[in-house]
């Protein structure tokens, strides 16, 4: 069964700050894996979404990387803002896409003026 | 487009109560999913569809049905609620493309079981 892990379940920055999410999962054998944004009583946005044979996706301040064979990704964003401040969901598909996702819990990211 | 609509926002129901939650997309996606939020626990997987008139069972099934007659439509129904399926509840969906389906959800719907 694939689980997914997500360190630290919380972090605390100064505005500015460069910073890393981190992702694992217990299962290399995946399609692809998307990183998800919640912000408080909302629902989920996507922010990036890797396929498993890329190592990387960017979206602005965002960078996102996949190392499939160690099971492992990675959240960085630059320059964090107050707006940033929000869950950050890793998950993870196979199955080719089709049986639904395996979610981590999530990092809960507070990003201070 | 309105993407992935879910109804109610959200419902409160008595013990052994029966409701259907609704969920829309407008995308023509192939893909459509169901997973509860509870806290501590994450998103898990409730059922999935991989198109019309074919369901099947995520990781936390019991108390739950669903069906698929339409491609935009998903609803899950509730036959008789319990406390513990008190949770915040979304739906998903994705194309089915060659590729990687990026996965939209819907905004929830909060359901309290009292």
């Known amino acids: 069964k694939q689980e997914v892990t997500q360190i630290p379940a919380a972090l605390s920055v100064p505005e500015g700050e460069n910073l890393v999410l981190n992702c694992s999962f217990t299962?290399?054998?995946?399609?692809?894996l998307q990183w998800f944004r919640q912000d408080p009583g909302k629902g989920l946005t996507s922010l990036l979404l890797?396929?498993?044979?890329?190592r990387e996706q960017t979206s602005g301040r965002l960078n996102a990387s996949l190392d499939k064979s160690s099971g492992r990704s990675t959240l960085y964003i630059a320059a964090s803002q107050p707006g940033d401040s929000a869950t950050y969901l890793c998950a993870v598909t196979s199955g080719g896409g089709a049986d639904g996702l395996t979610f981590g819990k999530g990092t809960h990211l507070i990003i201070q003026p | 487009n309105a993407g992935v609509t879910q109804t109610p926002k959200f419902q409160v129901l008595k013990t052994g109560q029966s409701m259907t939650l609704q969920c829309a997309q407008d995308?023509?996606?192939?893909?459509m999913s169901w997973y509860r939020q509870d806290p501590g626990m994450g998103l898990r997987l409730i059922h999935y569809s991989v198109g019309a008139g074919i369901t099947d069972q995520g990781e936390v099934p019991n108390g739950y049905n669903v069906s698929r007659s339409t491609t935009e439509d998903f609803p899950l129904r509730l036959l008789s609620a319990a406390p513990s399926q008190t949770s915040v509840y979304f739906c998903?969906?994705?194309?089915?493309?060659?590729?990687?389906?990026?996965?939209?959800f819907g905004q929830g719907t909060r359901l309290t079981v009292v």
């Open positions: 890797i396929q498993s044979s890329q």
């Open positions: 995308m023509n996606h192939e893909y």
């Open positions: 299962d290399s054998a995946i399609y692809n």
């Open positions: 998903a969906s994705s194309f089915r493309q060659k590729g990687a389906p990026e996965a939209f």
